[in-house]
C-alpha cells in the first residue's frame, strides 16, 4: 500500500472539487465543544456539563481530484454507542457507504481514505469501506490510534508530514502528485490530528477537522474541553488563521454546521474579523 496518494491515475469523475457528506448528526456537551475553565478544571467541565450544544454534523469530504476520488474521514455508524459527552443521531441511510453511493460513488472507486484524527466519529465508518488504502498520521496512529483502527478491522498506512512549508505551515505532505492534496499539522484537540488542504483555483479549501468545531470558534481562539492541550489547539488555530492571511482559505471544521454552506459559496475566512475573547 502506498505511504501517499501518488501514482497512476484510476478514476475520473465528474463531482465539485470537493463535496461535503454528513454522515448523521451528535450532540456534545457545551463544555466539550467549547472549553470552560482551565487546567483539569477544563476535563471536569466538558464530561460533567450537562447542557449540549446544538445539532452538528459530522463531516466527511470527498475530493474530486483527476488520479481518482478521495475520501477524508469516513464518519460514524448507526450501531454506535455514543461515548458519555455525546448523544448522537446517526441512521443507516446517513453512513459512508450509502452517502457515497448518493453521488454516484462505490467504496471501490476511492483512491484512498485519509483520516483527520482517530476519534470515532471520524473512523467507524471504515467498517463499510473494506478494501479502501486508509492513511492517519503517523503520531495519531502512535498514540493508540492504531489499535482503534484494528478494533474495527482496519490498518492504516503511517503518513509522516516532511519539513516542508506550505503557507504558514512549517511541515507538509503532498498527497498526490500534482500538489493539489496537502496534509498539513493541526494538533490540539487529538495527537497528530492533520488538516487537508485542497489546493482549488484561487482558493485553499481547508478540511479542518477538529482544530475548531466552527470557524467562529476559530477567530475567537477557544479551544474546546478535551484538546491534550489547550496551548497547542490554540498554536495550531493561531497558525491556520495566518494561513488563511497569505492565501484566501475557506475553513471547514467537520462539525460546523455552515461548513457546506461556506463549500458551496467558496467564501473565504476573513481574518479581519477575530475577535479574541478570554475564555473562562
Ligand atoms: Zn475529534
Redesign the pocket.
Known amino acids: 500500500m502506498p505511504a501517499d496518494l501518488t501514482g497512476p491515475a484510476a478514476h475520473t469523475s465528474t463531482l465539485p472539487a470537493v463535496h461535503a457528506i454528513s454522515t448523521g448528526t451528535l450532540r456534545v456537551h457545551r463544555a466539550f465543544e467549547r472549553a470552560r475553565g482551565r487546567g483539569l478544571l477544563r476535563f471536569a467541565w466538558a464530561l460533567l456539563d450537562r447542557h449540549y450544544s446544538e445539532e452538528l454534523p459530522i463531516h466527511a469530504w470527498v475530493i474530486d481530484h483527476p488520479d481518482g476520488p478521495i475520501l477524508v474521514d469516513a464518519g460514524e455508524l448507526a450501531t454506535t454507542s455514543p461515548p458519555p459527552v455525546a448523544r448522537f443521531c446517526v441512521r443507516r441511510e446517513h453512513e459512508i457507504d450509502v452517502q457515497l453511493a448518493a453521488i454516484g460513488l462505490q467504496p471501490s472507486d476511492l483512491r484512498g481514505v485519509v483520516l483527520t484524527?482517530l476519534?470515532g466519529d471520524?473512523i467507524t465508518g471504515v467498517a463499510r469501506l473494506a478494501g479502501t488504502p486508509v492513511l492517519a498520521s503517523v503520531e495519531a496512529l502512535r498514540r493508540g490510534g492504531a489499535r482503534a483502527l484494528a478494533r474495527r478491522n482496519c490498518v492504516a498506512e503511517p503518513l509522516s508530514l516532511l519539513a516542508q512549508p506550505f503557507g504558514a505551515f512549517t511541515r507538509s505532505l503532498r498527497l498526490t502528485d500534482d500538489g493539489r492534496v496537502v496534509a498539513v499539522p493541526v494538533p490540539g484537540?487529538?495527537r497528530g490530528q492533520i488538516a487537508i488542504v485542497v489546493v482549488d483555483g484561487d482558493r485553499h479549501i481547508m478540511l479542518g477537522a477538529?482544530s475548531a468545531f466552527t470557524q467562529q470558534q476559530l477567530l475567537e481562539l477557544h479551544p474546546d474541553g478535551v484538546s491534550f492541550s489547550a496551548r497547542t489547539a490554540i498554536r495550531s488555530m493561531r497558525t491556520i488563521l495566518e494561513h488563511a492571511r497569505l492565501h484566501a482559505t475557506v475553513f471547514l471544521p467537520s462539525h460546523d454546521p455552515h461548513s457546506a454552506a461556506r463549500l458551496a459559496a467558496r467564501e473565504a475566512l476573513v481574518t479581519a474579523r477575530r475577535t479574541e475573547l478570554a475564555w473562562c
Open positions: 484524527h476519534h471520524h484537540h487529538a477538529d
